[in-house]
């Protein structure tokens, strides 16, 4: 699975983005599908992942009630739309593919995106 996300770029604090996330190779709509973020100076973390199906969603606490990620496996997307963002969530931001239940670790998911830059302006 080739992964590209897109959609990054400068917002101001309490702004909206969107994220994509373009799968092509493998059967995308078997794979669970996750989004990570690395701020600068800091470890990559979860933000949040989506079951293959679409039917469960997973967030981590920082971005829970925020953010939204879905997916469209007819067209082979996965989507993480952000809302009041926050300077803290200046990151570039990364999509995952990976086989399993639950929100996977980050070394369970088999197939990384380049990544896109999100920057939050205060």
């Known amino acids: 699975v080739q992964l590209q996300a897109s959609g990054g770029g400068l917002v101001q604090t309490g702004g909206s983005l969107g994220l994509s996330c373009a799968a092509s190779?493998?059967?995308?709509?078997?794979?669970?599908m996750g989004w990570f973020r690395k701020a600068p100076g800091k470890e990559r973390e979860f933000a949040a992942a989506?079951?293959?199906?679409?039917?469960?969603?997973y967030y981590a606490d920082s971005v829970k009630g925020r953010f939204t990620i879905s997916r469209d496996n007819a067209k082979n997307m996965v989507y993480l739309h952000s809302n009041s963002l926050k300077p803290e969530d200046t990151a570039v931001y990364y999509c995952?593919?990976?086989?399993?239940?639950?929100?996977?670790?980050?070394?369970?998911?088999?197939?990384w995106g380049q990544g896109t830059l999100v920057t939050v302006s205060s």
């Open positions: 995952a593919a990976g086989y399993g239940v639950g929100p996977l670790e980050a070394y369970e998911y088999d197939y």
């Open positions: 989506i079951s293959w199906s679409g039917g469960t969603t």
């Open positions: 190779g493998r059967t995308f709509s078997g794979y669970a």
